[in-house]
Nanobody
């Protein structure tokens, strides 16, 4: 089991940027894929981006492709999500997720550990 703590959320105007971070502890961070999901009020949690254990493979949801970059620093046990050109529809709680394999999953079932989430609010 891995413990995950997100940070970096906040209130930003449309068109702005945020960098989310996820600090991991409790198991070998570098051996597993990682991901970001989000959930807006009244909606289901949805996939945002994922990255394989050595960052050799990344996947993005269509709605963030070209605007966001997922990365990881295995020496610091930290996952990042750089989000640019933010839109009001990006408003949600963003969750860091620890994979159950070394690959980059895209479904919630590919992840076994979840952080508490960080709120991102984009004003118009």
């Amino acid at each position: 089991q891995v413990q995950l703590v997100e940070s970096g959320g906040g209130l930003v105007q449309a068109g702005g940027s945020l960098r989310l971070s996820c600090a991991a502890s409790g198991r070998s961070f570098s051996s597993y894929g990682m991901g970001w999901f989000r959930q807006a009020p009244g909606t289901e949690r949805e996939f945002v981006a994922s990255i394989s254990w050595a960052a050799g493979r990344t996947y993005y949801a269509d709605f963030v492709k070209g605007r966001s970059t997922i990365s990881r620093d295995n020496a610091k046990n930290t996952l990042y999500l750089q989000m640019n050109s933010l839109k009001p529809e990006d408003t949600a709680v963003y969750y860091c997720a620890g994979g159950i394999t070394a690959g980059a999953g895209t479904n919630a079932g590919d992840f076994g550990s979840w952080g508490q989430g960080t709120q991102v609010t984009v004003s118009s």
